[in-house]
C-alpha cells in the first residue's frame, strides 16, 4: 500500500507565511510528478504547483511569486512553501503523486492524493 501524509496546515494572519509538507509511504519503486491542489468551499479542485521528478515547476498564476514548491526525491518528501498568504487562499490543500510500484514484476503507474490539510488565511 502507499500512503501521502500531508501536515502543516493551519490558521495564518494575511501576510503570513505557511509550510505544507507531504511524504509518500509504502511500496514504491519511484515518483514521478508531485503536486499541490487545493479546494475551496463551493469551488472546484484546483492545480496550485507541480514539480517533476527532475525538479522542474509549474504553478498557477495567482500563486506566482508567493509560492514555492520544492520535493526531497531521498524522502520521498514534496513540499509547498506559501508565503504572502491571502484570504482567498484559503482551502483544503490536497497532495498528489504520480507513483510506479512493482508487483510480481508487473509495473503499474498509480495517481495517489493525501487526505487533505486546511489552511485558513483570516485576520
Known amino acids: 500500500q502507499v500512503q501521502l501524509v500531508e501536515s502543516g496546515g493551519g490558521l495564518v494572519q494575511p501576510g503570513g507565511s505557511l509550510r505544507l509538507s507531504c511524504a509518500a509511504s509504502?511500496?514504491?519503486?519511484?515518483?514521478?510528478?508531485m503536486g499541490w491542489y487545493r479546494q475551496a468551499p463551493g469551488k472546484e479542485r484546483e492545480l496550485v504547483a507541480i514539480?517533476?521528478?527532475?525538479?522542474?515547476?509549474n504553478y498557477t498564476d495567482s500563486v506566482k511569486g508567493r509560492f514555492t514548491i520544492s520535493r526531497d526525491n531521498a524522502k520521498n518528501t514534496v513540499y509547498l512553501q506559501m508565503n504572502s498568504l491571502k484570504p482567498e487562499d484559503t482551502a483544503v490543500y490536497y497532495c498528489?503523486?504520480?507513483?510506479?510500484?512493482?508487483?510480481?514484476?508487473?509495473?503499474?503507474?498509480?495517481?495517489?492524493w493525501g487526505r487533505g490539510t486546511q489552511v485558513t488565511v483570516s485576520a
Open positions: 509504502g511500496r514504491i519503486f519511484s515518483i514521478n510528478a
Open positions: 514539480i517533476t521528478s527532475g525538479g522542474s515547476t
Open positions: 498528489n503523486a504520480d507513483i510506479e510500484r512493482v508487483v510480481a514484476g508487473t509495473f503499474y503507474v498509480t495517481d495517489y
